[in-house]
């Protein structure tokens, strides 16, 4: 993908207000292990990063050309060596337990499909 095209990915699904949001409302420590699971352009974890200022930073996503993306949109970045950016999906992560102490997944088809569950189970829609 082209340098043109990279840009519109991100600015059109990478860069939401909700990015930002998740990682400023996350209440990180500047210790916490962050996973990003779906991490999709990267955009949570570098805004993570102003937050979480000392531990690593965790993506993974399994589609590899996003994983490329990531890692090229955060390669400029000052955090970037804190940043892991890894092939993988949500059903089998490529970490070992108890690496991470803060873990989100947002705007990602799973969620969509637990809060389907979620609304069947409470109002049985
Ligand atoms: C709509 S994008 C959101 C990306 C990022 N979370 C964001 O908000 O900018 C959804 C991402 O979830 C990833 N994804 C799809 N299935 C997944 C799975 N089983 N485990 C983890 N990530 C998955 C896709 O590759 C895609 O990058």
């Not at 990279?6 to 916490?32: P, S, W």
């Not at 955090?79 to 999906?89: E, I, K, N, S, T």
């Not at 059903?91 to 389907?116: F, M, Q, S, Y």
Request: glycine letters at 8%.
């Amino acid at each position: 993908m082209d340098r043109a095209n990279r840009h519109h990915v991100c600015r059109k699904y990478g860069e939401h207000a909700i990015n930002r949001l998740t990682a400023a409302r996350a209440g990180l420590n500047q210790d916490d292990r962050v996973l990003d699971i779906g991490c999709g352009s990267g955009s949570v974890l570098r805004a993570a990063a102003e937050f979480a200022t000392k531990g690593d930073l965790i993506g993974v996503d399994p589609t590899p050309a996003m994983i490329r993306i990531s890692q090229t949109e955060s390669a400029d970045h000052p955090d970037f060596a804190r940043m892991r950016l890894l092939l993988g999906g949500a059903e089998a992560l490529p970490l070992p337990d108890n690496r991470v102490t803060v873990c989100w997944a947002i705007k990602h088809c799973t969620i969509g499909r637990i809060l389907r569950w979620a609304w069947q189970k409470l109002i049985g829609v």
